[in-house]
């Protein structure tokens, strides 16, 4: 018992020792690395350390507009005879008919980085809850994505001068038929929804619209709701006047309107995220098929930081829809237009047909934007 007892001491004593050895290394090797400092060193480190925080790095140089690029684009976009200097197009007035030079109109050049006139958007419209708001609800997402790619695809080749970019138009809060908990007759799309907006855009390197229809409530009210994405530079703006219900009727029994004052807001409010967060300009789409939808147009004002499209709404055969464009959006010219085609209700007349790129690329002035519902 003894000798067993001595046998287990002399273990402990060696393990010991060893554990003292690897202590006394370590600690020798971190004695001879130390380097002694003088009180003066130290403060001079410390002024040093001070310095490098206060330190600004300068801005990146902002990118910069080709202003003779973009006035020849939206030449092209007017889309007059090659003998005319200017767009212009017939006004009816009571008594007689003038013609006005219209487009390209006067509005602001838009900051460096601005996606139009030099390029077009073709942008798939709906809410992913409703088959019946238009093909972002209608199809898988893949499946629906790779109809988008062949749209795109069919406009580079009728336009091959301008880019194609693909846009998932997504209904962010959308008017209802019951007034709801608060009586706004609107209802906001969840977080997860939105987000999947925005990943389903990223898979063909496109761009997001979130649209506002507001119900009872107000863009005062709906558009900071969305600042959170609207800060993402991809992330653009949609708002439809159809649903804007300022005579307190619920939606869908009468059509809306929206006045200068409201798309000023909504401008201004877009043009302080954009230069809060040093981002390119933001674009922003209004929805118009009737004269009262948008009131006082030459109040609207235009800003460098947002491109404003009035996006030509109206369903119907080819002749009644380009008769809306030119009854509604052309004679009111504000900056950009666009044009909607509806895939089901454009072809409820069973004589029909959906208008192409190349029957569009005919209007005067040419739609930079194109929703497909």
Request: include cysteine; glycine fraction near 6%; charged fraction near 20%.
């Amino acid at each position: 018992m003894t000798k067993k007892r001595s046998a287990l001491f002399n273990l402990i004593l060696i393990f010991c020792l060893f554990v003292a050895g690897v202590f006394f290394v370590f600690g020798w090797s971190q004695l001879t690395s130390f380097e002694y400092k003088s009180e003066e060193v130290l403060a001079k480190e410390k002024t040093l350390a001070q310095a490098d925080k206060s330190i600004i790095l300068p801005k990146p140089e902002p990118l910069k507009l080709d202003k003779l690029a973009y006035d020849q684009k939206m030449i092209e976009l007017a889309n007059y005879p090659k003998s005319s200097s200017t767009a212009t197009t017939s006004v009816k007035s009571a008594t007689t008919t003038v013609k006005a030079k219209l487009w390209p109109p006067k509005s602001a050049y838009p900051n460096g980085g601005a996606l139009l006139p030099f390029n077009r958007i073709i942008a798939y419209y709906g809410n992913f809850y409703s088959k019946n708001m238009g093909i972002l609800g209608e199809l898988p997402p893949e499946q629906m994505l790779a109809k988008l790619d062949l749209e795109v695809k069919k406009w580079q080749l009728a336009d091959p001068k301008t880019p194609v970019i693909p846009a998932i138009h997504y209904i962010a809060v959308t008017a209802q038929g019951s007034a709801g908990a608060d009586g706004k007759y609107r209802l906001r799309m969840p977080k997860e929804q939105i987000d999947k907006a925005i990943v389903l855009a990223k898979k063909n390197n496109g761009i997001v619209f979130l649209d506002i229809q507001v119900g009872l409530s107000t863009l005062q009210s709906e558009i900071p709701a969305l600042e959170p994405y609207l800060k993402l530079p991809q992330v653009h703006l949609g708002i439809d006047p159809e649903f804007s219900m300022k005579t307190g009727a619920k939606p869908g029994t009468v059509i809306g309107t929206f006045s200068a004052t409201d798309i000023n807001f909504a401008t201004n409010y877009l043009a302080k995220i954009v230069r809060d967060n040093n981002l390119p300009p933001k674009i922003l789409i209004i929805h118009r098929f009737t004269q009262p939808m948008l009131t006082s147009y030459r109040q609207i004002v235009t800003v460098p930081e947002v491109q404003i499209v009035i996006n030509m709404d109206g369903w119907g055969p080819p002749a009644q829809k380009v008769g809306t464009y030119n009854n509604f959006i052309v004679p009111e010219p504000v900056q950009f237009t666009g044009f909607k085609i509806f895939y089901k209700n454009d072809l409820r007349p069973a004589n029909s047909r959906l208008l192409s790129p190349t029957d569009l690329l005919k209007l005067k002035p040419r739609p930079i934007y194109i929703q497909y519902q």
